[in-house]
């Protein structure tokens, strides 16, 4: 797992020269609430008889394994998307998924889900 969140947060030295420090630090806040979610998705699937998932590609009761096979796949293409997009987009893009995971985060954790790696 550590070599995939390594790969991660390289893809986008791989941009071309459009890619700023301030992308850098946007993705960077998008893959560290994605984690927070990971988490978070971890103590649903070993808690199946007091939570349930609502991502829909997960189903309510994923395994873990497959919660460890989502996130990485989700993140490196989120983050590949980011460094594919026009400036103008980009912003965007990170943005709105930064705001859906940071409220997922926050709503797993009103209701006593905890991060469970």
């Given at each position: ?75 490196a293409l989120h983050t590949a998307v980011a460094v594919a997009l026009p400036p ?5 893009w990170q943005l709105v998924w930064i705001g859906i995971e940071s409220s ?14």
């Amino acid at each position: 797992m550590r070599k995939a969140i390594l790969l991660i947060l390289l893809i986008p030295a791989l941009a071309h020269a459009e890619w700023t420090q301030e992308d850098t630090n946007y993705q960077a806040a998008f893959v560290a609430a994605a984690l927070a979610d990971w988490g978070q998705t971890l103590c649903i699937a070993n808690n199946p008889d007091r939570f349930y998932e609502t991502n829909f590609l997960l189903g309510r009761h994923p395994s873990s394994q497959k919660v460890n096979t989502y996130f990485p796949v989700a993140i490196a293409l989120h983050t590949a998307v980011a460094v594919a997009l026009p400036p103008k987009y980009r912003r965007a893009w990170q943005l709105v998924w930064i705001g859906i995971e940071s409220s997922m985060v926050l709503n797993n954790a009103s209701i006593g889900i905890k991060l469970d790696f």
